[in-house]
């Protein structure tokens, strides 16, 4: 089970740290993912963190994105800055394997 929070209202230029709780699997075991989808478009990925450590990310987000991961915690995050009107979405996470995700969580970036 993955259950995503942390989304809100912020306006542009502001920040937001999304968190991912799993459970039900060996979350260490795992390459893990946030993807996101905006009202009428498709689902966009946005960032892998690695088993190993690495991350990498869509060039859309790269510089103002950080994912990470607390193996310890079962819990995958998402440090968001200098957020824009783009990048409002539903946000969620998921196994990179799988095609199925959980319950996400929205961010809205409005003035």
């Known amino acids: 089970q993955l259950q995503a929070s942390g989304g809100g209202l912020v306006q542009p230029g502001g920040s937001l740290r999304l968190s991912c709780a799993a459970s039900?699997?060996?979350?260490?075991?795992?390459?893990m993912s946030w993807v996101r989808q905006a009202p009428g478009k498709v689902t966009e990925w946005v960032s892998t963190a690695f088993v190993h450590g690495d991350t990498t990310y869509a060039d859309s987000v790269k510089g103002r994105f950080t994912a990470s991961r607390d193996n310890t915690k079962n819990t995958l995050y998402l440090e968001m800055n200098n957020l824009k009107p783009e990048d409002t979405a539903v946000y969620y996470c998921?196994?990179?394997?799988?095609?199925?995700r959980g319950q996400g969580t929205l961010v809205t970036v409005s003035s």
């Open positions: 998921k196994k990179t394997s799988s095609t199925s």
């Open positions: 039900g699997f060996t979350f260490s075991s795992y390459d």
